[in-house]
Every structure is written in C-alpha cells, then in structure tokens.
C-alpha cells in the first residue's frame, strides 16, 4: 500500500516515529451530580465578576459554559 503524506502525517506520533496503530480519540470526561453541585455552590459562593471564580474554572479545567449548562440542569431537575 502506498503512504501517502496525509496518512503518514496521521501514524506519525509526537516523537515523529511513525506507528501502524490507529490514533486513539481522547476519553470525554464525565461529572457526577454531586460533583457539578459542589462546583456550582462552589462558583455561587464567589463574588459576582471576581478572578477567582476564573481561577475555580482553570483549576477544574472547565468552561464557563459548564456553569451555565449545570445550572440549567438544575432548574429542570
């Protein structure tokens, strides 16, 4: 079979050596009830507009569309 630049370009790993496996997709990381309550009391509980509720999110690795996407699921139940 011949190797296209694209298809090596897609088997060549980080170190640049090139590996017959399949590149693996990344795990999507799941979060329990309990954790997304914690994190939006956690969030709540900081003052409006504050670096820290910034910093809650770098920590966590979260987006704030997480917040908003939790709190809706709140509302709902």
């Not at 060549?12 to 990381?29: A, C, I, L, S, Y």
């Amino acid at each position: 079979m011949a190797m296209t630049l694209a298809f090596q370009t897609a088997l060549t790993g980080q170190d640049g050596r090139v590996t017959d496996e399949q590149p693996t997709r990344p795990k999507r990381r799941t979060f329990t009830k309990a954790y997304k309550a914690r994190i939006l009391a956690a969030f709540d509980a900081l003052p409006e507009g504050s670096p820290e509720r910034g910093a809650l999110l770098r920590k966590e690795r979260l987006y704030h569309s997480h917040i908003v996407h939790w709190r809706k699921q709140a509302e709902n139940g």
